[in-house]
């Protein structure tokens, strides 16, 4: 037999909540990894040009990773906020 669960708008919105919180925590420490990784092989004192180009481009890529991850967030907790003015009028 199949359980269906209502759950109510607060519920909803506070999980979206808790979940884009996480998220982005994980993410930004992603991006603080590759950051210094990259940074790290950047600045090698390896006679190899190729590593230091990787090192480069990994940096430019979590610049521009933790750019996005920025507006994800901000977008989401738009969204978040309008959901919850939704919940507290009860339209």
Do not use: C, H
Request: no cysteine; proline share 2%; aromatic share 10%.
């Amino acid at each position: 037999m199949i359980e269906f669960v209502i759950f109510s708008l607060g519920q909803v919105t506070q999980k979206i909540a808790e979940t884009t919180t996480s998220v982005s925590l994980i993410a930004m420490g992603l991006f603080g990894l590759a950051y210094l990784v990259g940074y790290l092989f950047k600045g090698a004192p390896v006679p190899w040009r190729d590593i230091k180009e990787f090192g480069n481009g990994l940096t430019n890529d979590a610049i521009r990773a933790a750019l996005m991850l920025a507006l994800w967030t901000s977008i989401l907790s738009l969204i978040t906020w309008v959901v919850s003015i939704i919940a507290l009028t009860g339209a």
